[in-house]
Structure formats: C-alpha cells, structure tokens
C-alpha cells in the first residue's frame, strides 16, 4: 500500500508538474482568487456550513469574457443548481485539457462541443450579484474528480 502512495506522488509531480492555467477573466490576468467576503471563502476546502467547498474561486466580474486557459476540448454543459432561484447563474461547461479533466461554473458557454484553442473566448460570466449580492464574482474551477485545483494556479 505504501508502494502505491508513493508511486502515485511520483506519478502526479510528473503528470501534473508544469500545467497552469492561463487567465480565465477579462480584467484578471493574474488569476487571482477570491478571498473571504460575507459569502465564505473561495479557497479549495472551505466550510459551507455542513458541506466542503470542492473547487477555486477565481475573481471575474458579472459580464466579463471568460476564455480558455490553454488548448481545451468542450464537453457539454453544466447545470450547476436545482433551485430556480438560482437560474440567473445555473450554467457552466466541461473542459477538458492538458490532461485534465474541470469544470467551470457561472459561465453561459458560447458552445458547448468542440475544442478552443487557449485565450479564445469560451463564454460570459453570468450575473452572479443578482443571486448573491456583495459576493466577489467569481468563476468557479472544479476538478471532474473533486480534488484541489489549487497547484494549477
């Protein structure tokens, strides 16, 4: 068993070393995150009250193009919510690239098969202040497995 733990860290330092995203926002070419705001915390792990938080947020104002991070392959969209109240923001996409497998919510996709190549528009981010007013606006990264996104960034 031990074997395998470590044979599989060896594995992920090769596979996954060197692959970062590029911007995902207009107006944040850094990526950056969002932090803590009146919401919670965009971090990977964060408490959602009796629920984990399974992705990074990363800042992109309401109405802002949302683009590829490298060469990907569109993989359908996501319904992200099942309250109605929510409708405003229930869409995003499956990605897939680099060897990865992610998704990315809040964003009304401009298609949804197909590949584009990276710093092409993807779609807009959708008007996450009407739901959730005074929240940092954010796209949501989350990983098909559920594990961190994080390193990518």
């Known amino acids: ?13 090769c596979v996954c070393d060197g692959v970062k995203f590029g911007q995902l ?17 965009g971090r990977y792990g964060a408490g959602r009250g009796g629920r984990t ?3 990074l947020d990363i800042v992109c104002s309401d109405g802002s193009t949302v683009y590829a991070p490298f060469d990907v392959t569109l993989h359908g969209k996501v ?5 109605p109240a929510k409708a405003a ?7 897939r ?3 990865l497998c992610f998704k990315l919510f809040y964003v009304r ?7 584009v190549r990276k710093g092409e528009k993807i779609g807009t981010m959708l008007p996450m202040q009407s739901v959730y007013r005074g929240i940092t606006s954010h796209v949501h990264v989350q990983m098909c497995d559920r594990s ?6």
Not at 1 to 10: G, I, Q, T
């Open 89 to 95: 923001i229930n869409s995003g996409i499956n990605l």
């Open 1 to 13: 068993m031990r074997r395998a733990a470590v044979l599989l860290a060896v594995l992920c330092v």
């Open 97 to 99: 690239g680099e060897g």
């Open 148 to 153: 961190d996104p994080t390193p990518y960034f």
């Open 25 to 41: 926002c207009s107006g944040n070419s850094a990526n950056s995150r969002r932090t803590s705001d009146s919401w919670g915390e």
């Open 109 to 115: 996709p401009d298609k949804t098969s197909g590949s």
């Open 79 to 83: 319904t992200v919510y099942t309250d």
């Open 53 to 55: 938080h399974q992705g």
